[in-house]
């Protein structure tokens, strides 16, 4: 009941905050120039569009009373209206070409969090029709706004057909109305301690909108694998004749023991983002640790005492009973030394086609390989950016008004050219210094021309164009516009940034540089920078469960392999789909900008790795039975699939199925996500599971088994 109380407020509690930490470069440039000239882009831009041309008294008056009432608001520090002064200059940059149209830039108090809540109050009050203007709004408090609100929505209807779609997926595999039930409370109490958790979590630490989602998602799949191994290695037990206390013990110690220790991968390989400075990369980490202990709690305590309770009801409402009871039999007396004596009777599907892979280990291994290479090629080509107003819905409010402030306004200065802050400067005593530095920033690669308060550059020499009457000015601080070759959301600003920050200031000076660009080279730089720790952690990570579970390098080192592959492959046709916009129509509508937000290959790959090392300890730790019970790679191999691929198959399936009712969110980085994550869950359950795992354990052979002396203690238990 806590829980769910908790769980109820959670949205109330979460961030919006975007990817740059408030000491970035780019954000203390923007807090200068608006502390030393008032400017600064705009957090929201609300466009009041009339019938008749705004000149007109009837949309002049209307438009005066908009600007009093936005400029009221405490939470407003400026507000530039065409209606507050027509007349001045410049003013005219506020008005549509065709008239009918006028601009209020407001900038708003606070911090990340603060502004989009103050723009959200405006909006409900703003938006919509007034006397004679339509009012809509744009601008980057305005997108996180209508992002926060796409992440509610999407969560609710994605938890809503999740349910429903999981009871019946775990029907079909459970052929039991009560064994299909017991992973749906798991589900549940994982779910709703989770978002608890974040809740709990949100009073010591910023905890983001898109924590909640991804979060929840990892909370309905780790629920799901877990107590498919668990109930399954129940049933599988007492079927082949073992008493309740029997298969109870017997489920710990090899399900239980796999749960542990997947959980234990997981969780490690989600601290990997808590290497980086992002807030919305810890909070994504902080609650996905959490859910990761939830779930494998609840489904090593909870779980069997569902068992205990169930135990003589577990089959009630049987589907196809004889056929798995049947199963399970024969797997008990296999390992009980029973049966038709051969060690390959009555194999199922995968294991057969294991069999199959293990006997033409060279053509399988250079195929598979090769076809998941040729998947991954794509990602050559990304071109990182950072998530905006695009990735909304094109139907959304905000995208319209974005399209009509580009239509009627053009390129708007304050979304396309860095700006230069040299706090504590001069100018009108230091112009000589002002000059060289302007020439040396003209001189740079990419760079089309540099205004300062000396005049125009271009290619290193001073032009003829005059400097602009309202050039910003102040006594203790110049101020300088770079305006770039390309278009003005092109990723490669990126780089332009680097290089302008490389230019030599002027003696004893600060420059902070500000713009698109130079955002995204703070959030990128940081991510480079942390990029090795991130992967020296989920590679740690992975490489010591394997070891824990099975004492041997070479299996250790086989799973890391298999994981990058699909992986990597999973990443290519994300950059094949949603970057270059090859079939994206059949994903729903987005728009495809060119460019693939710089965090989602990080969050994928930490949370898909994970995932992908819960199935293969599942597979492992079958082999290792076998192994031990035959002493031969190929039957070992054969039947380990053949006792497990059915399960992380169906937890793959499940999985993708949850994250298919999610990717119908509008949301794009949203949709990217849950695309990638199901994608890679598959290929790593079925064809490097069942194809390329065999092969490549049939190569190595004797090698897979051998374990060095300082990895010997107890080595005997596990031959």
Not at 28 to 51: N, Q
């Amino acid at each position: 009941m806590a829980s769910a109380c908790l769980a109820y407020s959670v949205d109330d509690h979460m961030s919006t905050a975007g990817f740059l930490s408030p000491t970035a470069e780019s954000v203390r440039a923007d807090r200068a120039a608006e502390a030393h000239f008032r400017l600064g882009a705009p957090d929201l831009v609300l466009l009041a569009r009339a019938r008749q041309p705004v000149d007109r008294a009837g949309p002049a008056a209307a438009g005066r009373e908009l600007t009093r009432r936005v400029a009221a608001d405490p939470a407003v520090v400026r507000v530039r209206s065409y209606w507050a002064a027509p007349a001045s200059a410049g003013a005219t940059a506020l008005r549509s070409k065709d008239g009918r149209t006028g601009l209020l830039l407001v900038r708003l108090r606070g911090g990340s969090d603060e502004k989009p809540r103050a723009a959200e109050r405006l909006m409900d009050h703003e938006v919509g029709r007034h006397g004679g203007l339509e009012v809509s709004a744009t601008g980057e408090a305005a997108a996180r706004v209508e992002m926060a609100r796409q992440v509610d929505r999407d969560r609710a209807r994605g938890e809503l057909l999740a349910f429903p779609v999981v009871a019946v997926l775990l029907l079909v595999v459970f052929r039991s109305v009560i064994a299909a039930l017991l992973p749906v409370v798991v589900i549940a109490v994982a779910v709703l301690a989770t978002l608890a958790a974040m809740r709990v979590l949100s009073a010591f630490t910023e905890v983001s909108v898109y924590a909640v989602t991804v979060n929840t998602g990892l909370g309905f799949a780790l629920a799901v694998d877990y107590s498919l191994f668990m109930v399954s290695r129940f049933r599988e037990e007492r079927a082949g004749g073992a008493g309740r206390d029997e298969a109870l013990c017997t489920t710990w110690a090899t399900a239980g023991k796999v749960v542990v220790l997947s959980a234990a991968s997981v969780a490690l390989s989600l601290s990997a983002l808590l290497a980086f400075p992002h807030r919305v990369l810890q909070s994504i980490a902080w609650g996905g640790i959490t859910v990761v202990v939830l779930a494998a709690t609840a489904a090593l305590t909870v779980l069997p005492a569902l068992l205990c309770a169930v135990e003589r009801r577990l089959e009630f409402g049987a589907v196809f009973a004889s056929y798995r009871r049947g199963r399970g039999i024969r797997r008990g007396e296999a390992r009980r030394g029973g049966g038709t004596g051969s060690p390959l009777a009555d194999l199922g599907g995968w294991g057969r086609v294991a069999l199959w892979a293990a006997h033409r280990p060279v053509p399988v291994a250079l195929a598979v390989s090769t076809g998941l290479v040729l998947l991954a090629a794509p990602f050559t080509q990304v071109r990182f950016d950072l998530q905006d107003a695009r990735a909304l819905p094109p139907a959304s409010a905000v995208v319209q008004a974005q399209h009509r402030l580009e239509d009627e306004f053009g390129t708007v200065a304050w979304s396309s050219a860095m700006t230069v802050v040299l706090p504590r400067f001069a100018a009108d005593e230091r112009a000589g210094e002002l000059d060289g530095y302007a020439r040396r920033l003209s001189r740079v690669s990419g760079v089309r021309t540099v205004q300062a308060a000396t005049g125009r550059y271009a290619a290193g020499q001073r032009t003829d164009a005059p400097v602009p009457a309202r050039h910003p000015t102040a006594p203790d601080a110049a101020w300088l516009s770079v305006t770039a070759q390309g278009e003005p959301l092109d990723p490669a600003q990126a780089g332009l940034a680097d290089r302008l920050r490389a230019v030599p200031p002027p003696a004893q000076s600060t420059v902070l540089l500000g713009g698109p660009g130079a955002r995204l080279s703070d959030v990128q730089q940081p991510l480079l920078e942390r990029l090795p720790w991130a992967l020296g952690i989920v590679t740690a990570a992975g490489l010591l469960v394997v070891l824990l579970l099975t004492r041997r390098p070479v299996l250790a080192v086989k799973a890391l392999v298999m994981n990058v592959l699909s992986l990597s492959a999973s990443f290519g046709a994300l950059v094949f789909v949603f970057q270059e916009g090859h079939g994206a129509g059949l994903l729903g509508q987005f728009t495809v900008t060119g460019t693939t937000d710089i965090t989602v290959p990080v969050v994928l790959f930490c949370i898909t790795f994970g995932l992908s090392m819960d199935y293969e300890l599942l597979l492992l730790s079958r082999i290792l039975e076998e192994h031990r019970r035959t002493g031969s790679t190929t039957v070992a191999v054969a039947r380990g699939l053949d006792a497990s691929a059915h399960l992380f198959t169906w937890a793959a399936l499940i999985f993708a199925a949850v994250l298919a009712t999610t990717a119908t969110a509008g949301l794009a980085t949203v949709k990217v996500v849950c695309v990638g994550a199901a994608l890679a869950v598959l290929l790593d359950a079925t064809v490097v599971r069942g194809l390329l795992v065999p092969a490549v354990m049939r190569l190595a052979g004797r090698a897979n088994w051998w374990c060095p002396r300082i990895l010997t203690r107890d080595q005997e238990r596990n031959q």
